[in-house]
């Protein structure tokens, strides 16, 4: 009797090793069936940048754009304007996140609108006192009329440094004629969001 439970024990206790060996081959073969071993992590966002304008420009208008929406790094804000009648300069501060980018200082530049019709000079003051605050202005110099049409007046270039949405905005804003007589315009901004 003692001789036989001695031979059967062996053969249990195989039997209980292998069993238990297939059910924890089982167990971790089944918690590891999404192919990788763990959870599965959701993709990287697209990098991305948008631009939506506060409203579509009318006559005498002056607002923001940006054209290309390539590069989520870095971008070219254009400030145009549309419909103009005797425009002869402006002055403007230009209010952006600075959370969000920096300004490349010195990256001003003219756009050909208020340069056009004629062989005279211009003025272009731009100052940041503050991050994320430009104030400038812009304007002919000398006799002569102010432009009609719609054209481009100056780019700016910034840098994104976060992601997020956020407004760039005109205050302070005023539009004068030939004469230096504020004008009625429109003055428009928008919003970008950056996924870098």
Do not use: H
């Not at 069936?33 to 506060?54: F, V």
């Not at 006559?59 to 005797?86: C, E, M, Y």
């Not at 990256?107 to 940041?128: K, N």
């Amino acid at each position: 009797m003692n001789i036989g439970f001695s031979r059967r024990w062996p053969t249990a206790s195989a039997a209980l090793g292998v069993v238990l060996a297939c059910t924890v081959a089982a167990c971790g073969g089944g918690g590891g069936g999404g192919g990788g071993g763990g959870p599965t992590q959701p993709p990287a966002p697209t990098r991305s940048i948008t631009w939506t304008a506060a409203g579509a420009p009318g006559s005498d208008t002056i607002f923001l754009d940006i054209r290309d929406l390539s590069n989520p790094d870095s971008f070219v804000l254009q400030i145009r304007v549309k419909g103009a009648s005797d425009l002869y300069g402006f002055a403007l501060d230009l209010v952006y996140p600075s959370s969000m980018m920096t300004f490349a200082s010195g990256s001003v530049e003219e756009g050909p609108f208020l340069t056009g019709g004629g062989s005279f000079d211009t003025r272009l003051e731009v100052a940041e006192p503050t991050a994320g605050r430009i104030i400038m202005g812009y304007s002919r110099l000398g006799d002569e009329r102010g432009r009609n049409g719609n054209g481009l007046l100056l780019t700016l270039t910034f840098n994104t440094t976060a992601n997020g949405s956020s407004d760039i905005t005109i205050e302070s804003e005023i539009g004068v004629d030939r004469d230096g007589f504020p004008m009625p315009m429109t003055w428009l901004g928008g919003t970008v969001q950056v996924q870098r």
